[in-house]
């Protein structure tokens, strides 16, 4: 009996221009190439890829189950991306639909699949795309993320553990903004209130935070106890109460899209005192623009990146004076291979806590994102600003 294996190995060599990059399993048990392999569980996995080729085909076969990665996922799709353009000719197309159990409707989209209605944008869809993500489960991200809660980029020195990294970013923050004793910041997009919490306490500043993250309010309203930390839930949009001596809004302006970034940096520039300093930490990309298929359907629905240039013309065009911008891209990668292994070493729990397949959906989004911030095809940047007197 022939494997799927020799019938379908001529036309995976032609879809990727030669040997591909890794082994492939098919469900037979079968296997056409050498090295780490992407094993095809089920016929499913086919279809899903050749419904939606490329990353967001791949993304819902693994995610779904129907698609493994035998060994180490980062080193796996280290070597996928290595490999030359994926090219699907139709008649190579067509000998894989023809394996047996391939050939059929478009599978569903697996249940983690995000799915927003409305237009984009707007204050509604804007609290559910973010209630998509932030309000996954507390407990879930204190599995991967430090003590503090800091989710974003932080910065290392030679023998910095993950806390001492971020630690050191939010004291960064602080030094940049000039913080004293007395003054009012906002802290935009404040999480789970790492960056709030640490300059009431260190700088002795009064802090507002807003979210839209009903979990991340009540876990930093939980922790400021004591602190002058106000914490609300409240869209950017609709803040009046300035000015403040300072305000930063740490890796939140991806979320606000590409049309509202104008007004988004307006809204911010209104709202600080004549001669305040703001700090923005925020991810770029340059090429390809937005956020990519797999984190607009599962991470971050609505995310625009941009590159750097055009996030601080507009920035200037708002009326900010733009300081100094610092590339942190290869701290990012070092941030996020923290996080991978702590969800490593809690996989049971996290699979407790958020089921296995949004866990799969972790597991890949960590490992593409650290790929991505390691070759440097994302970076993110402390963009420091003032607005004039």
Known sequence: MTTIAARAGHSIDALFGGKPPVAIRFWDGSTHGDGPALELRSPIAARYLLWSPGELGLARAYVSGHLRFDGDLTQTLRQVRAAPAFRPRPRDLLALIRLPGVLGPRPAAPAAEVRLRGRSHTRGRDRAAIAHHYDLSNAFYQLILDDSMAY??????????????????????????????GMRILDVGCGWGSLALHAARER?????????SAAQRQFALDRAEGLPVEIRSQDYRDLSDGPYDAICSIEMGEHVGRAGYPGYAAALHGLLRPGGRALIQQMSRDRRPGGGPFIERYIAPDMHMRPLERTTAMLAAAGFAVESTDALGHHYARTVQAWQERLHAHLREARALIGAERTRVWQLYLAGGMLAFEQGRMDVHQIVLRRGR
Not at 157 to 166: C, F, H, M, S, T
Not at 204 to 212: H, I, K, P, Q
């Open 204 to 212: 002795g500043v009064a802090v507002v935070g807003v979210t839209l």
């Open 152 to 181: 974003s980029c932080a910065v290392f020195e030679p023998g910095d553990d993950l806390e001492r990294a971020q630690r050191r970013k939010l004291d960064r923050i602080c030094d940049h903004l000039r913080l004293r004793p």
